[in-house]
Structures are given as C-alpha cells and as structure tokens.
C-alpha cells in the first residue's frame, strides 16, 4: 500500500471541495434529470434512504421522482484512499435538504414523514475514483473523479 503524503491530501481536499460544490448546485439544478447521472458509471452504486439504485439510469430514476431540492451544505470531510495516483477519494456530507417548496409552500397538514416540504438533517458519503477518461493532471491539479457509491440518508 502507498504511503499519502501532505500534497496528496491537500489535492484531494480541493477535489472534495470543488466536488460538492458542483455536485450540490447540480442536484438543485432545474435540468438536474439530465446533468446528475453525470457524476456517475454504470457500474456506480447508488442507497437512498435504503433503496437501492444502479447506474446513470437508476440515479435518473431516483431524481425524475421525487421533488426539487434545496441543499445547504454545512459540513463536509474528505479521506484520501491510498493505492492509486491520484487516490480515490472517501467524502462525507452533512446538511439539510428541502424538497419541494418547503413547509410555507405545502398545506399545514402536510404529514412530518412525507419528503416533500420539510427541511430534514441529511448524511450523503460518496466514494470517487479517478475518471480513467479523463485527461491526465499536471502536478498539482486536481484530478476528476465520478462518483463509484454513493450513500444519503435522513438524519432524525
């Protein structure tokens, strides 16, 4: 196993960053059907809440289903995983989306279980890997990676 030094967690804390700022305002995104399989291979793996999903064509599936979203990011934490160049990357996420229009815009009596309308505390952990697609990186940059798994669920 390769030994991880300072600049390869430096770049894979950028990569993380970089990464769940474009993959949160994507998700928000009204074209969010089209541009979120993106992050994924048909072989990714994809739980939500306990449901499993499979591929490009499960995450659209996930996403064509349920209501618009908004993500307020409020922590995140990136674990670089040794034995390739670049590493793939662990990323945890944590906090708290609405679906739909949130709670002003859904009757009073909107039940707490359901999904749409009420902010709910969430946890996503994703694991990347390196696009071998993608063009090689210079010393320094960072790399681009999809998404091989994929984990969200409610918090409380």
Request: with cysteine; hydrophobic share 30%.
């Amino acid at each position: 196993m390769s030994t991880l030094t300072q600049n390869d967690i430096e770049i894979a804390t950028r990569a993380a960053d970089t990464f769940t700022r474009l993959y949160y305002s994507t998700y928000d995104s009204p074209t969010r059907v089209d541009d979120l399989p993106n992050f994924y291979r048909a072989n990714s793996a994809l739980t939500w809440n306990g449901r499993p999903f499979e591929g490009i064509e499960g995450v659209r599936e996930l996403v064509s289903g349920i209501p618009a979203t908004k993500h307020e990011i409020q922590s995140f934490d990136c674990h670089p995983i040794p034995g390739s160049q670049p590493p793939s990357l662990l990323v945890t996420v944590s906090g708290i989306v609405t679906h739909g229009k949130g709670p002003a815009g859904n009757p009073a009596n909107t039940p707490r279980h359901e999904v749409e309308g009420h902010p709910r505390v969430f946890s996503q952990t994703f694991v990347l890997a390196p696009d071998p697609n993608a063009p090689p990186t210079k010393s320094g940059e960072v790399a681009k990676y999809y998404i091989t798994a994929d984990a969200l669920r409610f918090v409380g």
